[in-house]
């Protein structure tokens, strides 16, 4: 039997170890690859664009010889500020891609040495340049599997049973459960976006995927509508859950991977940042027969090529 592409060396190009061995330059020179791919790593101004540009040795930045700005590799980027050095930014992000159901923010900051606050945001940020490959406006074509799954607003039972209420009423709960809506292509692209509502995913469905694909849904009788503009398979998942190749076990996997980040590794998600960890879910289903060093770079040159973070720049300075 052949052995699993993820257990052979092939799907390791990248580790810790060497990340650290080669030192602080050699991780800034990856950023500036990164950055100006056009230029192999020499820097082009963010401002007017002129490539006539000298370093600054001493401050690792850069000053341009057209409008005299100063400027460094993150400037203008998810990185700008950053007060985090060169190699351990990239050692986060072999972290990251290395861990196919997400890691803690303890962790990620005992392994960084770093406060709690600086892995939280700064795993956050790397979420957000990860939704520019996810998030690319693009329609879904081919086969789409389409489904949602409910994640959070938990409500524990009180301890004595005559003071349990009957959680399923709207009354008794909490208002923080949230449904993530799955379309995938098989063997392509994961869209997923969070809803209060599974019935939501049929206009989703009617603005993502290409008119000429054909669907794959369950039985739940809101993708009924979906009957009108497309080809759908539908699968009875209370009797079976594949039918001579219809089956919606694309978008379960899916599902399988961000239950086990949600619950396994994050314990609790807010719904707030819901849509962050699914994007983080479908970026690592999309990428996974890729070796740890192609997703590494891969997501080192979006955070190059994504704008200043209005999100997460300066989150914890934030009057409430």
Known sequence: MAQHFLLSAAARTLSLKAIYKAGEEAAHDTFCKMRWPETDGEAVCPDCGCCETYKITTRRKF????????????????????????????????????????????QLSRDLDCQYKTAFVLAHKLREAMAREVHTGEVLRGHVEVDGAYFGGHIRPENAKADRKD???????????RVVVVMRERLGRTLPVVTMAES??????????????????????????????????RVNHSEIYSDHGKHTNWAESYFSRLRRMVAGQHHHVSPRYLHQYATQAAWLEDNRRKSNGVMAFGLVANAMDAPVSRAWKGYWQRVA
Not at 167 to 177: F, V
Not at 211 to 224: I, N, P, Q, V, Y
């Open 200 to 233: 939501e995913g049929v206009a989703l469905v009617h603005s993502n995927v290409d008119r000429m694909a054909t669907l794959s849904a369950d039985e739940a009788s809101h993708w009924d509508l979906l009957h009108a503009g497309w080809s759908v398979d």
């Open 63 to 106: 000053k341009c010889k057209g409008c005299y700005r100063q400027f460094s590799v993150t400037s203008g980027t998810i990185f700008a500020s950053r007060k985090m050095a060169f190699v351990d930014l990239l050692a986060a992000i072999c972290i990251t891609v290395n861990a196919s159901k997400g890691v803690s923010m303890v």
């Open 167 to 177: 959680r399923r009423l709207k009354e008794h709960q909490t208002g923080k459960r």
